[in-house]
């Protein structure tokens, strides 16, 4: 059973810094892809970043780029989201993904509130 427990998250103010955790157990090969969504309020759930395992190869939307970074401990099982100069707008709950063959499995969401 694959299973994804994420932490981390919390109150910062705007220009903070936040990293979440998710540690994931069940796969048995590295081919999948480890990601965090985040949904914030009367929004829909979008992608953040993700990373494959197998390779690091990793991917960001356009408006994290340059302020958070995405990184897997392989001994560890475990994919961080290091988040830098953190805005209000990056308010949200946020989820851990993995996806291997088109099935996504999910963590729970956890907040992250920037207060300006």
């Known amino acids: 059973e694959v299973q994804l427990q994420a932490s981390g998250g919390g109150l910062v103010q705007a220009g903070g810094s936040l990293r979440l955790s998710c540690a994931v157990s069940g796969f048995t090969t590295d081919e999948y892809s480890l990601g965090w969504f985040r949904q914030a309020p009367g929004k829909e759930r979008e992608g953040v970043s993700c990373?494959?395992?197998?390779?690091?190869?990793?991917h960001y939307r356009d408006d994290v780029k340059g302020r958070f970074t995405i990184s897997i401990d392989k001994d560890k099982n475990t994919v961080y989201l290091q988040m830098n100069d953190l805005k209000p707008e990056d308010t949200a709950v946020y989820f851990c993904n993995a996806r291997r063959f088109g099935a996504d499995y999910w963590g729970r969401g956890t907040l992250v509130t920037v207060s300006s």
């Open positions: 990373i494959r395992r197998s390779n690091g190869r990793t």
